[in-house]
């Protein structure tokens, strides 16, 4: 168990994995228990595609329990308490700018750093395993970064870290 990965999150990252595990042990698990059951009593197994489809559904669910509870079981929490803001840091909201031909955009852009598990894109949070999380890392404010994305290369201007 030494060897396990750890998951960098916040207090709040850990919590909705928690309420999440919950939900899928109690609920989901007995509302595919009860469809495969159901399924069964439409006769031949052989060639019931409800009963497959609540199976694999099955399986799919007990993977994600497993993971949801390894990740828990692993997280290391970050503290906004124990980090600075003079650097990029899991758990900081950092702004930035992207510099076009020389010249700041005036589109500031903003997201917070926090581990994969609780990355959630839509919500302008991103992972730290992610490219441009990558590149600002560990830099400062008013620091101009050159970040590798799937898109090419991208430079940045830092703006502020909260």
Excluded: C, H, W
Aim: aromatic share 4%.
């Amino acid at each position: 168990m030494a060897n396990e990965k750890q998951y960098p999150m916040t207090a709040e990252g850990k919590r909705k994995l928690e309420e999440e595990l919950v939900k899928l042990e109690t609920e989901t698990r007995k509302e595919i228990v009860e469809r495969i059951k159901i399924a069964r009593d439409f006769g031949d197994l052989s060639e019931n595609a409800e009963y497959d489809s609540a199976k694999e559904e099955q399986a799919f669910l007990e993977g994600r329990i497993s993971t949801l509870k390894s990740m828990i079981r692993n997280a290391v929490i970050i503290s906004e308490d124990e980090t600075d803001n003079s650097v990029v840091s899991l758990g900081k909201t950092v702004s930035f700018v992207e510099i076009i031909n020389g010249k700041p955009s005036t589109d500031e852009e903003s997201y917070t750093i926090v581990g994969s598990a609780e990355a959630d894109p839509m919500e302008f949070r991103i992972s730290n395993e992610s490219p441009i999380a990558k590149g600002l890392l560990g830099r400062a404010e008013g620091e101009e970064v050159v970040v590798q994305t799937p898109g090419g290369e991208m430079k940045v201007k830092i703006i502020s870290i909260k």
